[in-house]
């Protein structure tokens, strides 16, 4: 318990940032008061008072903790399935980054007020039976191919929590987290890239008809 | 035949998966504009309570990146002969390098100890949750004292210091009239005195395009709903408020072509100058003729592309076959400042250019590699775009004041006639001088030039 209050103090204290007063370039931006629900409260005019939550910000705290969750899950069973090091190896990073990107959401969830999903939706359910069901040979493919969309879902979710959530803090978060899906992304497209290249090399040559003159 | 109802069965799995992977996409406020959801009085004080923070935040996000004080060039105007060159590079380095030390580093060094000034990077909106056209303030009273027309914004000021915009208004050079020089008399145009202006010069069809493009019509701040930034019911803005007298004013803008909003990129006014060379239009879009840009221009400069938006506060849609090509047709007289230095393949004469230009053109010719893509004889352009691919420097997806940074991609190459006209530089106005844009080009293309070298540029890009 004191634990918890102690960590609450110093995710504050280390971002002052989080709570919109702030004139440095870096700490979330305020938004379009135009869009902003009758009857939010504030902290000075034009201030959303912190840990108060607009729709965006609801559908973002949602959409990310079923990602996290899904991330890290499917992490864990690519972490021992995969058959090349390269996806395993990146399945772990999932598996780390995610873990405690998802630690932070819940700490900010709590702070807030907000019960976070703790299943699958309908969605990853469908993509972790994909990847029970594939052979060994397909899975790697299988995986990184469902990685990359993934990260380009989150990726745009982020950016959409950036530019239309209203909660300074999960506004930080979705700026902090950015750079690293991005990364992520990038990882996934390589070894995407990689694994169509051996494919084609270990690919049995046909025997092209040849060209006629 | 027994083997169709299998692949049928599959197919229909694979189709259940397909929709279900489809089944938790972004709300449509990512892409469309939201309706507001509260009244515009309540909207405006929370605005205005807003203001000065939002343009502190901008201060000093300029602060930091550049040098913005004002240092002319000696003996260098703009060519109306109103306004300075600002000179120097502007952008401020990471501590601890030189231009010089940073031009030998790796883009993947440079990038991963985070040693990319931060004025090359995109330059963000002062608003960027808002966003929508920012005007200058000259621009503003001048439209006010004329037409008393309000585009003034109850929620943002424009930004950038005055020495960093063109001089106003900017001359008008038309390519029916070389000998007449500069028309504008010093003025701006406007719908109120274009016709006294342009009477025995332009033809009828001139006219009548040049009287729409002053004509204001509803836009997305400025409207007559609650969903709009000035404090009255606005007429609207026109086309020249932003391309004073068809150069521009550095008014500025977020690209219509991207969402959702954090990443839609900054926009400086591009002039209108030289357009009957041009090939391609807008920096993104590509478009293939001054026509079709004339007409989509409603879309995108008024409404950001969201023509859902615009049908809502008044939308203007100009006749194809009668009003789009008299306003094209008048964009299309508008010439470039003269260059007297240029022989008619654009090259320096050089019995007319000093030393220094005449060595900044074999720059721009050789180790330099500018005309590869800024070709001498077709108006500095090559019709085409090119992703310079900046983000080799640097790590994506960092937010700044609200603007998520992003790689550029694929850049239409800018003419440089008249360059020295029309600060600040690059598609969202990143870079202040000429300067700035050698420096930006040397680290980019890896040109390693001598100081001697790029001071040779720029004296040679002030002739052009």
């Not at chain 1, 110093?10 to 700490?27: D, E, L, R």
């Not at chain 1, 969309?149 to 745009?156: G, L, P, R, V």
């Not at chain 2, 019911?233 to 391309?243: A, E, I, K, N, Y």
Request: aromatic share 6%; hydrophobic share 35%; with cysteine.
């Amino acid at each position: 318990m004191r634990l918890l209050t102690l960590v609450t103090i110093a995710i504050a204290f280390v971002s002052p940032a989080a709570f919109g007063q702030s004139t440095n370039p870096a700490s979330p931006a305020p938004g379009n008061p135009g869009g902003v629900p009758p009857g939010t409260r504030q902290s000075a005019p034009g201030m959303p008072a912190p840990r108060q939550t607009n729709q965006p910000d609801r559908t973002f705290i949602h959409a990310a903790a079923v990602g996290g969750l899904a991330e890290v899950e499917l992490g864990r069973l690519a972490a021992q399935r995969a058959t090349s090091r390269r996806v395993r190896e990146f399945a772990e990073r999932m598996v780390r980054d995610h873990s405690a990107a998802n630690d932070r959401l819940g700490t900010l969830a709590n702070t807030n007020g907000i019960a976070l999903p703790d299943k699958f939706d309908e969605e990853h359910k469908a993509m972790r039976a994909k990847l029970e069901q594939s052979s060994d040979a397909q899975f790697d493919r299988a995986y990184i191919e469902g990685q990359i969309i993934e990260h380009q879902k989150t990726a745009q979710l982020l950016e959409y929590e950036i530019g239309s959530g209203e909660n300074a803090e999960l506004k930080n978060f979705a700026s902090d987290l950015l750079p690293t899906v991005l990364d992520h992304l990038r990882m996934a497209q390589t070894i995407s890239a990689e694994m169509a290249h051996q494919a084609a090399t270990e690919m049995p040559r046909k025997e092209m008809p040849r060209e006629r003159r | 035949m027994s083997k169709y109802p299998k692949t049928a069965a599959a197919l229909a799995v694979a189709s259940l998966i397909a929709v279900a992977a489809l089944a938790d996409p972004l709300p449509p406020d990512a892409t469309y504009r939201p309706l507001p959801t509260q009244p515009l009085d309540v909207v405006k004080a929370l605005d205005e309570a807003q203001k000065p923070q939002v343009m502190q935040r901008q201060q000093a996000l300029l602060e930091q990146r550049y040098d913005l004080s004002n240092r002319p060039i000696d003996n260098a105007m703009m060519s109306g002969g109103r306004k300075p060159v600002q000179d120097g590079v502007r952008v401020r380095l990471a501590t601890g390098v030189t231009w010089d030390s940073l031009s030998a580093m790796s883009p993947d060094e440079i990038r991963q100890r985070g040693l990319l000034p931060a004025g090359f990077m995109p330059l963000p909106h002062v608003k960027q949750a808002t966003g929508g056209q920012v005007f200058p303030n000259q621009q503003i009273d001048e439209i006010n004292r004329q037409e008393s027309r309000n585009i003034r914004r109850f929620d943002i000021d424009f930004d950038l210091p005055d020495q960093f915009t063109p001089e106003f208004p900017p001359p008008i050079f038309l390519t029916t009239h070389p000998e007449l020089g500069d028309v504008s008399h010093g003025q701006l145009l406007t719908i109120k005195n274009y016709y006294q202006l342009m009477i025995g010069i332009i033809t009828p069809v001139q006219m009548e395009g040049l009287r729409l493009l002053l004509t204001p019509f509803p836009q997305e701040e400025f409207n007559q709903t609650e969903d709009r930034k000035s404090a009255d019911q606005s007429l609207g803005v026109t086309c020249l408020d932003c391309h004073a007298n068809f150069h521009t004013n550095a008014a500025f803008h977020q690209t219509p072509d991207v969402r959702p909003q954090a990443a839609r990129f900054r926009l400086d006014t591009v002039s209108l100058r030289g357009m009957f060379n041009q090939q391609i239009h807008g920096s993104k879009r590509s478009l293939r003729s001054i026509e079709d840009f004339t007409q989509f221009e409603q879309r995108t400069a008024y409404f950001n592309g969201d023509h859902v938006s615009a049908q809502r506060k008044g939308v203007n849609l100009p006749d194809r076959f009668d009003q789009v090509p008299m306003m094209a047709q008048m964009q299309n007289i508008i010439d470039f400042p003269p260059a007297p230095k240029l022989d008619p393949l654009g090259r320096l004469d050089p019995s007319k250019a000093t030393q220094q230009e005449l060595a900044g053109e074999q720059v721009f010719l050789g180790k330099g590699q500018c005309a590869q893509c800024h070709m001498p004889q077709t108006s500095f352009l090559d019709n085409n775009m090119h992703d310079l691919k900046l983000e080799r420097f640097y790590n994506v997806g960092q937010t700044v004041n609200g603007l998520v940074t992003l790689p550029d991609g694929p850049i239409k190459t800018f003419t440089l006639r008249g360059i020295k006209d029309s600060p600040p530089y690059m598609h969202d106005g990143r870079l202040l001088t000429l300067a700035d844009t050698v420096e930006f080009f040397n680290l980019v293309l890896g040109l390693k030039l001598t100081q001697e070298e790029k001071d040779s540029l720029v004296a040679y890009m002030l002739t052009l």
